[in-house]
């Protein structure tokens, strides 16, 4: 634990930070998840949920959350299988 004030707040603000990106990672795996579930199965709504998790990946990649190249990369795998289940 550490003594300085400073370094102390530090540790809360690094706390409420990685909270966030958890949350925020969870959310983007999820919506990835339902997209690729709904191109799986035919939904009606797949074009929707495609473009759902290509903007909440390039959120991500804004909020420095992933790196743009793997933002590209999973937004190129999206794009794929969309195309191949039509």
């Given at each position: 634990?550490?003594?300085?004030?400073?370094?102390?707040?530090r540790v809360?603000?690094?706390a409420?930070?990685?909270?966030?990106n958890?949350?925020?990672?969870?959310n983007l795996?999820?919506?990835i998840k339902?997209?690729?579930a709904?191109?799986?199965?035919?939904?009606?709504d797949?074009?929707?949920?495609?473009r759902m998790a290509?903007?909440?990946?390039?959120?991500?990649c804004?909020?420095?959350l992933?790196?743009?190249?793997a933002?590209?990369r999973k937004?190129?795998?999206?794009a794929k299988m969309?195309?191949?289940s039509?």
């Amino acid at each position: 634990m550490p003594n300085i004030r400073s370094a102390k707040k530090r540790v809360k603000v690094i706390a409420t930070k990685t909270a966030a990106n958890k949350a925020r990672r969870s959310n983007l795996r999820t919506t990835i998840k339902k997209a690729n579930a709904a191109c799986q199965s035919g939904a009606a709504d797949k074009d929707a949920a495609v473009r759902m998790a290509i903007k909440r990946v390039d959120q991500a990649c804004a909020k420095g959350l992933i790196h743009k190249n793997a933002a590209a990369r999973k937004k190129s795998q999206l794009a794929k299988m969309l195309n191949a289940s039509k």
